[in-house]
């Protein structure tokens, strides 16, 4: 049995493992999703907040003007894409605006992202009523992102 995951864990892997649901029609990442969402906040909170990372994974696709990268889900640390996703919601649950949309920029490249921010909040905030919170030094400068691949090593 995997232990329970952090907040940023939470987000990043629910962020990898959405996405690539989507992405390749891969039903599995979504059930991983669920067990790691399951085992860490219960059933119950698990469903809310599953339900609001699939709203903002799928606002995060529609309005996508780049393709997004995320790591294979067996990989421990997370690609750059990923970590600019764990700094949206950490910039939501922390009320940092101009971090938030300078990192919902970095992450999708366009330029109308409102509704995107939204379910980002959203989901932020269930995340925060089941505590959740991610810490404020996960709010990340994008600019250090600059010509960046990768931010850790997925090994």
């Not at 962020?15 to 599995?28: I, L």
């Not at 995107?116 to 404020?136: I, R, W, Y």
């Amino acid at each position: 049995m995997q232990p329970k995951l952090t907040p940023e864990r939470l987000v990043g892997f629910g962020f990898r493992g959405w996405y690539a649901g989507y992405e390749y029609g891969d039903v599995s990442c979504w059930e991983y999703v669920w067990d790691g969402y399951a085992r860490t906040l219960g059933p119950q909170a698990a469903k809310q907040a599953v339900t609001e990372l699939s709203c903002w994974v799928r606002q995060v696709r529609q309005i996508a003007c780049r393709r997004i990268e995320v790591y294979p889900m067996e990989c421990r640390g997370f690609c750059r894409d990923e970590c600019i996703a764990i700094s949206v919601i950490a910039a939501a649950q922390h009320d940092r605006c101009p971090a938030l949309r300078a990192c919902a920029f970095a992450l999708t490249d366009a330029l109308e992202f409102d509704a995107m921010l939204d379910d980002a909040t959203q989901f932020a905030q269930v995340l925060k009523a089941v505590n959740q919170e991610l810490s404020p030094q996960t709010v990340c400068n994008v600019a250090a992102f600059a010509g960046s691949v990768d931010m850790s090593n997925p090994h």
